[in-house]
């Protein structure tokens, strides 16, 4: 979740904008970018191609024929605060020198495609119609999502073969919150040419799916009674420097989980003990070299942060180094095993129930 000002369709007033005025701190290294405070990055607009992802986000609301518009702007993170018809965007996505400095923190850029910034705004704009329209209070919204005023948890439990929720953002998030239920299900019925008739044909979640449909034909052309244009955590009152922020992110998106046993290691590489020769390869070395490759594999496929798999595997590492394992079979056959075994991990983690909520 994250903070971008854009009402509207309305355009920013400022003499100059960093879309068409270099930024003092656009040539700085990471080192000297990292220390500056969030509040002095001078960021007035969105930018140009977050701009065209908000217009176009606008478009397929017009499209549909509502005539809400959620206001936009930027902030350290995804997010649509309750009581507030907004979104906010993290900052990183307003610059493309920021999302460099994004990725080599984090090593990937939530919503950095234009098909990934859509499915986010598509998502958050479903909490923002929520709040405009109050829909929460309904009875058969509660009857089909839960009630709102369940506390959120802290992490929740995801059960990846239920129909009885839609898949639109990774990790079965819809399963995580009756409001992220609702969120989940409205964005999968925004997406143009969406196919969720056939899509979700005998699935419980179709139910849903056609509740959201008829609630959206009754709200076509009407206004909202919730019209704040508030924003909570704007740039310009986030004083924590860059270097803060990051180690917050990286702390809040560490691993949680159980010890990693010595006996799956020890299935994947070789004990010194049993090897001939001294010219195998170490388990270590190995490892350090497919890590971006297989992180970036587990993470398409388990839906879990990147800087998540990159955590584990790090201790993988570690651990492999302290046993002096060694690979005893083909790299592309060790890689394969590599990734199974990587994968298996991540989905044990999901599945126990420490799968964190994060938009």
């Given amino acids: 979740m994250s903070r971008v000002c854009r009402g509207s369709r309305s355009t920013d007033r400022s003499p100059r904008s960093h879309a068409d005025a270099p930024l003092f701190w656009e040539e700085y290294d990471d080192a000297e970018l990292l220390q500056l405070r969030i509040c002095d990055l001078g960021l007035k607009s969105p930018g140009p191609v977050l701009q065209r992802r908000i217009e176009r986000l ?56 234009q098909e990934w910034c859509l499915r986010i705004l598509r998502h958050e704009t479903g909490h923002a119609l929520d709040t405009a329209y109050r829909l929460h209070f309904r009875r058969r919204w509660r009857e089909m999502f839960g009630p709102y005023s369940q506390m959120y948890p802290d992490y929740y439990q995801p059960k990846p073969y239920s129909k009885s929720y839609v898949l639109h953002l990774d990790s079965w998030y ?33 139910k849903k799916l056609r509740y959201v449909d008829e609630l959206m034909t009754e709200l076509k ?58 010219g195998r390869r170490s388990a270590a ?32 590492i570690e651990r492999c180094r302290e046993l002096d394992l060694r690979l005893d079979k083909p790299f592309e056959q060790a890689k394969r095993d590599a990734l199974v075994m990587l994968t298996m991990q991540t989905m044990n983690y999901l599945h126990s129930g420490r799968h964190r909520v994060a938009l």
């Fill in 285 to 316: 070395g190995f490892l350090r070299r497919i890590r971006p490759e297989v992180r970036r594999v587990v993470s398409l496929w388990t839906g879990e942060y990147q800087y998540t798999i990159d955590q584990l595997l790090g201790e993988m």
């Fill in 58 to 113: 606008y478009e397929e609301l017009e499209g549909r024929e509502i005539v809400f518009r959620p206001h936009c702007w930027l902030s350290d993170e995804w997010f649509s605060q309750d009581g507030i018809p907004g979104i906010a965007i993290p900052f990183y996505l307003a610059h493309p020198r920021l999302e460099r400095l994004e990725r080599k923190q984090m090593l990937e850029v939530e919503g950095g495609t």
């Fill in 174 to 206: 819809a399963q995580s919150h009756p409001a992220e239920d609702f969120a989940e299900t409205f964005a999968v019925w925004l997406r143009p040419r969406s196919r969720w008739r056939s899509q979700y044909r005998g699935w419980p979640a179709l």
């Fill in 221 to 278: 052309n009407a206004r909202p009674p919730v019209r704040s244009r508030r924003r909570i955590a704007p740039l310009r009152e986030i004083r924590k420097t860059l270097a803060e922020h990051y180690a917050e992110k990286r702390a809040r998106y560490g691993i949680d989980y159980p010890e990693f046993y010595d006996r799956d290691l020890r299935k994947l590489f070789a004990d010194p003990r049993q090897t001939t020769g001294n």
